[in-house]
Structure formats: C-alpha cells, structure tokens
C-alpha cells in the first residue's frame, strides 16, 4: 500500500488532496525540484501567511474582460502617477486608489488561475530573486 505524505507537515493525505510544488531556480527558471507534495490544510496555510487581500467574485465576467480591465487600471495608475508627479491636480487618494485598483485585478487574475495559495511562497521566491539581483530593501 502506498502511503502519501504531505513534505511541509508530514501528515498522511489521501492521494485524490495532494498539491504538487514545483520550485523554479530564481536565475535560470529552470525546474530544481519537482513533485513536492503539499497536502490542502499547508498549501492554504502557507497562502495565507503573511497574505490576505480580498478576493471578487469574477465567475461571472469573461477571462479575457478581466485581462483587458489589468490594462485598463495600469493606464489609470499610470495617468494619475504622471499627473501627482508633475504638479497637475491630482489626489494623492486617487493614486493610492488606482493602485490598488490594478492589485485588485491581478489578485482576482491569479485566484482565477488557481494560484492564489502559492502567494506567500512566490513571495518569498521573489524576495530572494530581488536580493540576489544587488537590491537593497527600505525597511531592513
């Protein structure tokens, strides 16, 4: 009989709950390691560490809308960024807005795609790509 166990917590899952990991090398996005296997209860966990942002109910609109309304906010972000940086009127609520606007879209975008329990890892992932680049953080 074989026995499936979750890599992150070492419980048993039923082979049907398993979520496989793939881990990409943050230079060359080559697949180093392959197969991990997570069950739900991490997988969720992990997600939600560190990562909450609220999640619209977009079943109703058509993928492709959603893909086009990331353009449409990133022009908005965009218009009011050059407008707040040259001295036209323009709120700073607005900026702060509009930014979210688009971080909205692409939360949805990546919930969509089923990816959202995968944050908090592609956070760190990228965290670690941007140190290895030379980048130096404000808050550290």
């Known amino acids: 009989m074989i026995k499936y166990i979750c890599d992150c917590c070492g419980k048993e899952i ?3 709950e398993i979520k496989q ?3 990409h090398d943050n230079y060359t996005n080559r697949v180093e390691k392959e197969g991990i296997h997570w ?3 991490c997988v969720s966990n992990n997600g939600k560490h560190g990562f909450y ?3 619209l109910d977009t079943s109703e ?3 492709e809308i959603e893909l086009e309304k990331l353009k449409e ?3 908005e972000l965009l218009g009011a960024v050059i407008k707040y940086k040259t001295n036209e009127f323009e709120l700073i609520d607005n900026v702060i ?3 979210y606007d688009v971080i909205q879209v692409v939360v ?3 919930d969509r795609l089923g990816l959202i329990d995968y944050m908090q890892e592609g956070l760190e992932r990228h965290i670690e790509k941007l140190k290895g680049r030379g980048w130096k953080f404000k808050n550290e």
């Open 108 to 110: 949805n975008i990546i």
């Open 21 to 23: 990991i793939k881990v």
């Open 14 to 16: 039923k082979k049907e």
């Open 53 to 55: 942002f609220p999640i």
């Open 73 to 75: 906010e990133t022009e």
């Open 61 to 63: 609109i058509g993928f």
């Open 97 to 99: 807005e509009e930014g």
């Open 39 to 41: 069950c739900k209860d």
